[in-house]
């Protein structure tokens, strides 16, 4: 039981909110892809997916960090640095929900097969970025906000186009942003342990970083949103997207507490709800 428990700490089982920021970008490129109405089947694959490959990297992730986990107050007590579970055994987890997730691209079209396969290598070189890159959060970006919506609309049209890549952009930095948000709460012991972060890199300016990643953000979704068509409620989703960057970007500002870095990146699961349910709104105008 106690072996279990902590593969369940492991994958973040008890924590959703990463494995529904996740979805979102999928929801988006779904959503946009059938017009509005996407067979349920695939928004169930989509978010087991989502599910599936967020504990994979949750796997990987902690493997790759386990010998700076114990240097940040925050990771200390995830199950490999405290030795609730062994290499072995976090190795296999990673590898069985690698093949889970493998599973699912058989009922996909193969240009997604393709997509889904370089998010897959994107997962497992991120954790490697934070020893090196200024920005790593950028790089999390590519299989957390960029890929799925770009397979969700190989899947659903059976080629890649430019409101694909609009979407994909506005995801990834949206994911940037978000990332940014969430790194506040590890600042000074990142400092401490040598571990790189846009959240040290930018020191004093990490507001107008995140303000800037949300202005992109916005201007690619209102972007795939034009070309698609979306003009009387989606606009508004977007619209309501880009207060929220504002407003969190002047909380960084103003100064924020680890604690409530936390709240606010959760708070972007709603935000991503916004835009989904204003591509929805909009299916019977969309060509």
Not at 96 to 108: E, R, Y
Request: charged share 15%; aromatic share 16%.
């Amino acid at each position: 039981m106690r072996t279990f428990l902590a593969v369940l700490d492991l994958i973040r089982f008890r924590r959703p909110v990463g494995t529904f920021l996740l979805f979102m970008p999928a929801l988006w490129g779904l959503l946009a892809a059938w017009k509005g109405r996407p067979p349920f089947f695939m928004i169930l694959l989509f978010a087991v997916g989502a599910f599936v490959m967020r504990s994979a990297g949750c796997a990987i992730n902690d493997i790759l960090d386990r010998n700076v986990d114990g240097k940040v107050s925050r990771t200390r007590d995830r199950p490999l640095p405290s030795g609730r579970l062994g290499l072995m055994s976090a190795w296999a987890v990673f590898v069985v929900f690698s093949l889970v997730a493998a599973s699912l691209l058989l009922f996909l079209h193969p240009l997604t097969r393709w997509v889904a396969l370089a998010g897959f290598g994107a997962t497992m070189v991120y954790p490697l970025m934070k020893r090196f890159m200024p920005l790593p959060q950028i790089f999390m970006g590519v299989p957390f906000g960029m890929t799925a919506p770009l397979m969700a609309w190989a899947e659903g049209r059976g080629t890649l186009a430019w409101p694909a890549f609009m979407i994909a952009l506005g995801g990834l930095f949206w994911s940037t942003a978000y990332d940014l948000v969430y790194a506040i709460a590890d600042r000074e012991d990142d400092v401490q342990a040598g571990i790189r972060s846009g959240a040290v890199t930018f020191g004093d300016r990490l507001w107008l970083a995140i303000l800037l990643f949300g202005l992109a953000a916005s201007w690619f979704l209102w972007a795939a949103g034009f070309d698609l068509g979306m003009n009387r409620y989606y606009p508004w989703s977007v619209g309501i997207f880009l207060a929220f960057m504002v407003w969190q970007s002047l909380m960084v500002r103003n100064g924020i507490s680890p604690r409530g870095a936390l709240s606010c990146f959760k708070s972007h699961v709603w935000i991503g709800l916004i835009v989904a349910v204003g591509i929805w709104f909009e299916s019977p105008l969309m060509v």
